[in-house]
């Protein structure tokens, strides 16, 4: 039975449009007490919901198994037209005009550490000025970014994003270009980095899988050489706090380099052979292309985007 089908069966008297949020978060979370906390509302008030809507749907909707609720098969068809109905109803109310400075809620984006370090401050003053009740939750950019602009659990995501499917938009933001970081009392701070100096460091490159060559790997390969990676870190700050502490180098993004050198702990270097640029993008789900809301959001990542360049200067 598809959702069409379901929706048939259902007396739409007994709806209001706060039952199906609900549904939305139950389904999202599997879980009543983090779809609550995720709406702002308490634990009982979230069980009565969700009473509700199995008398709605004559459906457990969620189902006790072992470690946690799954969702039934009902649950799962209407899951998909569910999210694209809220959404639909989303961009309905927004066709009033969009008041950034009277706007609630959430903006939902998705970045790393290092987009979220260059951008966040800049983006922070632009809300703080322009739409000071506007919350913002950023999760990690992973490798299922696109799907979650598809499933519309984020609104926008920062980061280097080569291909757009369809349906998807994309904006370059700025390019980004590696250089080499390390301590400021480091014995080869002081010294021009040659090739040899630099293939004669220990480094450490950040990883998130832990396994496959980096950039400057990569490159040194095209040439017939290869550097010691002594430490593969999670991500960037891990590894500037490494660094920082030891006499490793890293070679990483140089708006990154400047946060870390505009604290005083480090210098950076060009690295002895070219590795290109880096192009940073925002992308977006089409069917948010022509909302007020996340047109004036995209302004803002653009601006704070060209903020954090003019800084970086």
Do not use: C
């Not at 500037?240 to 870390?260: K, Q, Y």
């Amino acid at each position: 039975m598809n959702y069409i089908e379901i929706m048939r069966e259902v007396d739409f008297r007994r709806i209001d449009l706060n039952l199906l949020v609900m549904l939305e978060a139950l389904l999202d979370e599997k879980n009543v007490t983090r779809a609550a906390r995720r709406l702002g509302m308490s634990q009982p008030a979230a069980s009565r919901a969700l009473g509700r809507l199995r008398a709605l749907f004559a459906d457990a909707l969620l189902v006790d198994g072992p470690g946690g609720y799954f969702l039934s098969a009902r649950a799962e068809d209407m899951r998909p037209m569910l999210r694209s109905t809220l959404a639909g109803i989303s961009q309905m109310l927004e066709l009033s005009p969009f008041d950034p400075a009277t706007a609630t809620g959430d903006v939902r984006l998705l970045m790393a550490d290092l987009e979220a370090a260059v951008l966040m401050p800049h983006l922070l003053a632009r809300f703080s000025d322009e739409a000071p009740a506007l919350d913002l939750n950023v999760r990690a950019l992973g490798s299922d970014a696109i799907q979650a602009l598809e499933d519309d659990v984020a609104d926008a995501a920062v980061g280097l994003i080569d291909e757009a499917p369809p349906g998807i938009h994309r904006r370059r933001l700025y390019d980004e270009r590696l250089v080499t970081l390390m301590r400021a009392e480091h014995p080869a701070a002081r010294k021009k980095l040659t090739l040899d100096r630099f293939l004669a460091l220990d480094h450490m490159v950040v990883s998130i899988t832990g396994i496959g060559p980096a950039p400057v790997d990569a490159a040194l390969a095209l040439i017939g050489r290869e550097r010691r990676v002594k430490v593969r870190a999670p991500n960037f700050f891990a590894a500037m706090e490494i660094a920082a502490g030891s006499d490793l180098v890293m070679t990483l993004p140089l708006s990154l380099a400047h946060v870390g050198a505009a604290k005083g702990r480090f210098v950076s270097q060009p690295p002895p052979l070219d590795l290109g640029k880096f192009p940073m993008s925002l992308v977006w789900h089409a069917r948010h292309q022509d909302a007020p809301r996340h047109i004036w959001l995209r302004r803002a990542i653009v601006g704070a985007a060209r903020d954090g360049e003019l800084a970086a200067r």
